[in-house]
């Protein structure tokens, strides 16, 4: 028997069922996929999770105090370093004219007064009075009493003496007082507390203005309100010309011979409430 090829002997599907390779299983690789995107998942909620809680203020805490350093912030160093200039406290310079600033204090306004009296008027004067003088002083009660004698107590046989009578002393006359004149009291001028030498090389600056007059002006003022201290100084007044600043007339008392006693008079001047320096003067 004889078979010949027709094509109803080949199917359409006869090389493809022919042979086929074996694909590799892959329904493992899904449950591995599931876990890592759950483990991803995780992460990621823990990480959002974890920032929110940090950025949300707890309600029910206690709310944070401040507490300020036990030490200061700033403090003054304990070597200030730099150069030392003495006098740069002096307003010397700072005053143009002598109304500018009181220095008299009450003390001394009361005892510059023109009339020489203190604060409250004039005194008053206790003398007594020429009605009270004229009266007589009666000395009966600056007597003692006279005693009247006793009853005689001594026996009969014992002669009693007569008593004579006591003279009462007649009262003494009192010589009118006549009020003694009081001397007059002439004023004094104060003495010196200072060493002046009148050819001294220092001197005390004790203001500078603008002009000569204004200067004079000071040093009178200052003599009537400090005459303790001013009594037998001198008046020396230097014209400065300061370029920018102005022409300064520098108003000076003196002179002394040497630097610790022009440094005594602008010591007590400056407790009296003023101002001054110990200058040396130039040649």
């Avoid at 995780?42 to 507490?67: E, H, K």
């Avoid at 020429?130 to 005693?147: F, Y």
């Avoid at 603008?210 to 037998?232: L, M, Y």
């Avoid at 400056?270 to 001054?276: I, L, R, T, V």
Wanted: charged letters at 25%; one cysteine or more; proline letters at 8%.
């Amino acid at each position: 028997m004889t078979y010949r090829n027709h094509d109803a002997d080949f199917g359409p599907y006869e090389e493809e069922y022919r042979g086929f390779e074996i694909r590799d299983d892959e329904t493992a690789r899904g449950p591995l996929i599931l876990t890592l995107a759950i483990g991803v998942l995780i992460v990621f909620a823990a990480v959002v999770w974890n920032t929110y809680r940090q950025g949300v203020r707890p309600q029910d805490g206690a709310l944070p105090m401040v507490v300020a350093e036990a030490q200061p912030y700033k403090r003054v160093p304990d070597d200030r370093g730099g150069v030392q200039i003495d006098d740069l406290d002096r307003m010397l310079y700072d005053v143009i004219d002598g109304s500018s600033r009181e220095t008299a204090t009450t003390a001394q306004q009361v005892a510059s007064r023109t009339d020489g009296y203190l604060k409250g008027g004039p005194p008053l004067d206790l003398r007594p009075s020429s009605d009270e003088t004229e009266k007589p002083v009666s000395n009966a009660s600056s007597q003692p009493p006279v005693q009247e004698p006793a009853a005689d107590t001594r026996p009969a046989d014992v002669k009693s003496e007569s008593l004579a009578p006591i003279a009462t002393p007649e009262p003494e006359r009192t010589a009118r007082a006549e009020p003694l004149p009081q001397p007059q009291v002439q004023p004094s001028t104060p003495a010196s507390r200072f060493a002046f030498a009148a050819g001294g090389e220092y001197l005390v600056q004790i203001s500078a203005l603008r002009s000569e007059a204004a200067a004079t002006d000071a040093w009178q003022r200052a003599r009537r309100s400090h005459p303790d201290i001013f009594s037998g100084a001198s008046m020396s007044i230097e014209r400065a010309d300061l370029g920018a600043r102005g022409v300064f007339y520098r108003l000076r008392a003196g002179a002394f011979g040497s630097r610790e006693g022009a440094s005594d008079f602008c010591d007590a001047y400056k407790s009296a409430g003023g101002d001054c320096i110990v200058v040396r003067e130039t040649a």
